[in-house]
């Protein structure tokens, strides 16, 4: 299934010429939004922190559209100062990449912890495609982001959590990292402890798994080409995480 056109025509605002908009992307597991409420939270939020408001009728008219879906799907909505966008299509991430786990690496590129805009899902989201899509043409799933200061902050669609001298750690928000959605399902359920985390200690870590809203919790099975010893935290996660999900 290819990604829905939008079915309106959008309005050419700031959000369209500047990026000052906000999008979320929230799974569609058989016809059932997975946390909709939260992911609904943090766009208006975000809208807020731009400087306009969104209209819940509109979002509430755009998701109707979608919500008779079967399978598992991702959907985005998209709102801007003028528009509110919502399109459709398949989950990428399936069970063998699970299996297999995600390779990844330190990115080049530093994230600027002072930046208002780190802690926002905006539409300025160039930088993390690129990182991700040059991440990709190396034979990398996913490139992992340190900030000015040297501490690792989260991945190009991720955040993460590491286990480290036996104790299961992630990055601060201080750090400079937008909190995801999963982020706060797993710090919920979890004793992980939010610190910052430098590169050293991250390249001795026993396990990563990253987490985001379209594959859960993903296992990551290298970092710079150093095969990871261990996986048991993400698994135990991925089974009470497909536990709510089915019963959500």
């Known amino acids: ?103 990844c690496r330190i990115s080049s590129v530093r994230r600027n912890e002072t930046s208002p805009l780190v802690a926002h899902k905006t539409l300025n989201y160039a930088e993390n495609l690129l990182e991700k899509r040059a991440a990709r043409k190396d034979g990398f799933d996913e490139p992992l982001f340190l900030n000015m200061r040297g501490f690792a902050t989260e991945g190009a669609t991720s955040n993460f959590f590491a286990v480290i001298d036996g104790r299961l750690v992630t990055p601060d928000e201080g750090c400079g990292l937008l909190p995801g959605i999963m982020r706060g399902w797993v710090l919920e359920r979890t004793r992980a402890q939010r610190r910052p985390i430098d590169a050293g200690e991250l390249a001795r870590a026993e396990e990563i798994f990253l987490t985001n809203s379209l594959f859960g919790i993903m296992p990551v099975r290298s970092l710079e080409g150093r095969v990871l010893p261990s996986r048991a935290h993400a698994e135990k996660l991925r089974a009470r995480y497909l536990d709510f999900i089915g019963s959500a």
Not at 28 to 48: P, Q, Y
Not at 68 to 96: F, M
């Open 1 to 103: 299934m290819c990604e829905d056109k939008a079915r309106t025509m959008v309005n050419i605002d700031e959000g369209f010429l500047y990026g000052l908009g906000a999008f979320e992307t929230v799974a569609l597991e058989n016809g059932r939004f997975v946390m909709l409420d939260r992911h609904l939270e943090r766009l208006i939020k975000t809208c807020g922190f731009l400087g306009f408001t969104v209209s819940d009728d509109a979002i509430a008219t755009e998701l109707d559209a979608l919500a008779h879906r079967s399978g598992r799907l991702a959907c985005r909505i998209t709102a801007t100062p003028d528009n509110v966008v919502a399109s459709c299509r398949e989950n990428p991430y399936v069970q063998p990449i699970w299996q297999r786990g995600f390779d």
